[in-house]
Structure formats: structure tokens, C-alpha cells
């Protein structure tokens, strides 16, 4: 399984960011997909997660009702729209496939398997 995430950029505090993390392998409607991200400095962290049919979704408090993950099984793609950005957004953005579909959604970034490369998302004040 391949992940590979784009969409990252440059923008200031109150505009949108769409991210796309695109995968390759095995079936993509088999996993459970997840946003994460990490600022220098600091762990990484949850963000989003969706379930395996898009039926579930769940939240960093920190990014509820700015953030919305959805995903398309027909284009193998993973999606995190990113609305009234905040500097504290400032981080590399990861995406992250969960092959346990048995299970409700994870926070943790240890219950995911594969990994994406990260994009860069930067937040001006």
C-alpha cells in the first residue's frame, strides 16, 4: 500500500486548504483512513479519521467544524478540506490507512499501518 498526500501550501489565518492523499495497493475501500499532523518540535497528532465506506467520521477537538474529511473509494483518494485556518495549524500533514476495519475509528497514530509522506501545511498571521 502506497500513500501519497498533496495539497500543502502557503496561506493566511482564515482561508481553505484542501488536501488529497492518493492510494495505490490493495483495496482502498479495506482500510480506514486518518489525517495527522506534526509541528516541529512536537508529537504527532490526530486529526481526522474515516471510516472504510465513509459512513463515520471523527474529530480532533481542536479542528471540529473547521475540518471535514471525506474520502471517494472510486478515485482511491482521502480528502481533509480545511477551512478558517489558524496559525496553530502549522504543521506537516499526514496520511495514514488503518487495516482493522473490525474496530471503531483510532486516534492513535500507532493503529495505523501505512503511511503517507507528508505535506506541508503554513499558517501566516
Known amino acids: 500500500v502506497q500513500l501519497q498526500a498533496s495539497g500543502g501550501g502557503l496561506v493566511q489565518a482564515g482561508d481553505s486548504l484542501r488536501l488529497s492523499c492518493a492510494v495505490s495497493?490493495?483495496?482502498?475501500?479495506?482500510?480506514?483512513m486518518g489525517w495527522f499532523r506534526q509541528a516541529p518540535g512536537k508529537e504527532r497528532e490526530f486529526v481526522a479519521a474515516?471510516?472504510?465506506?465513509?459512513?463515520?467520521?471523527y474529530y480532533a477537538d481542536s479542528v471540529k467544524g473547521r475540518f471535514t474529511i471525506s474520502r471517494d473509494n472510486a478515485k482511491n483518494t482521502v480528502y481533509l478540506q480545511m477551512n478558517s485556518l489558524k496559525p496553530e495549524d502549522t504543521a506537516v500533514y499526514y496520511c495514514?490507512?488503518?487495516?482493522?476495519?473490525?474496530?471503531?475509528?483510532?486516534?492513535?497514530?500507532?493503529?495505523?499501518?501505512?503511511w503517507g509522506q507528508g505535506t506541508q501545511v503554513t499558517v501566516s498571521s
Open positions: 474515516v471510516s472504510a465506506h465513509g459512513s463515520r467520521t
Open positions: 495514514a490507512a488503518d487495516q482493522n476495519t473490525g474496530v471503531m475509528l483510532r486516534p492513535a497514530p500507532r493503529s495505523y499501518e501505512y
Open positions: 495497493g490493495r483495496t482502498f475501500s479495506s482500510y480506514h
